[in-house]
């Protein structure tokens, strides 16, 4: 009895000691459940999925009380999850697998920031692919081209790959620095605006800026707007299709 008071307070359900499973939601039947499993003091739990069957909202809380369960616990925990987000706000160490195939191990901030493969880059977040070639530290995209910086990759056919929060936006074709496209819709709703743009090829761009300063801006749809990304990553054009 004192171990089961004692993890249901840790699973913050004492108050539901005496309720039927069938009287407790969704959200609260998962977190009974990794009180059994906590139960018999393991060494290393394994969650498989443990949120996948509840609602959004439902598993961003619950994503928050493991984080801080497991900072209390400090049990090693191996959660497989096919939810980038939850991957990325839960874990000390993320590793991401393609086809039984290890592809990166880091922190999330390293295999978020700088994957190292086109898997990885494009698996975890949303992001925008270019085709072109890298050249005297730029990536050429038809007439157009990119300045890399330093590291910029191996001189031949690349892929690169832009996050949609990584563009600026200038209203205008400039020519110098930038991809000239134009503005197909906008969805201004919260604190960001979700911005579809297309280049001169036709090409579909995602771009996301904060809404305050997409309005400072004074851009509507169908206007003219130069793309000028302030981060690429690239990589030889034979690993994408490794």
């Known amino acids: 009895r004192r171990r089961v008071k004692r993890l249901l307070e840790l699973v913050q359900l004492d108050w539901l000691a005496d309720r039927f499973p ?3 939601s969704g959200g609260q039947r998962q977190r009974i459940a990794l009180a059994r499993a906590l139960a018999v003091e393991p060494k290393v739990l394994l969650l498989d999925e443990p949120f996948g069957a509840l609602d959004a909202k439902v598993r961003k809380e619950l994503r928050r009380w493991l984080r801080q369960l497991h900072d ?5 925990s191996v959660f497989v999850t096919h939810d980038q987000e939850e991957a990325l706000e839960v874990a000390d160490r993320v590793v991401v697998i393609n086809k039984g195939k290890v592809e990166q191990i880091g922190t999330p901030e390293a295999v978020y920031d700088h994957p190292a493969t086109p898997f990885v880059a494009n698996f975890l977040g949303s992001v925008n692919l270019f085709h072109g070639r890298v050249e005297d530290g730029h990536l050429h995209l038809g007439e157009h081209a990119l300045a890399l910086g330093a590291g910029g990759g191996s001189e031949g056919s690349a892929v690169a790959f832009v996050r949609p929060h990584e563009f600026d936006l200038v209203p205008g074709w400039q020519a110098e620095g930038g991809l000239p496209a134009r503005i197909l819709r906008v969805a201004a709703v919260g604190p960001s605006a979700q911005i579809e743009v297309s280049r001169v090829d036709g090409e579909v761009i995602e771009v996301t800026i904060a ?6 801006l004074g851009l509507a749809e169908g206007d003219q707007v130069s793309l000028r990304p302030r981060h690429i990553r690239v ?3 034979e690993a994408l299709a490794a």
Do not use: G, K, S
């Open 22 to 24: 069938p009287q407790l």
């Open 211 to 216: 809404r305050d300063a997409f309005q400072l």
């Open 72 to 76: 209390e616990i400090h049990a090693t």
């Open 235 to 237: 990589f030889q054009a």
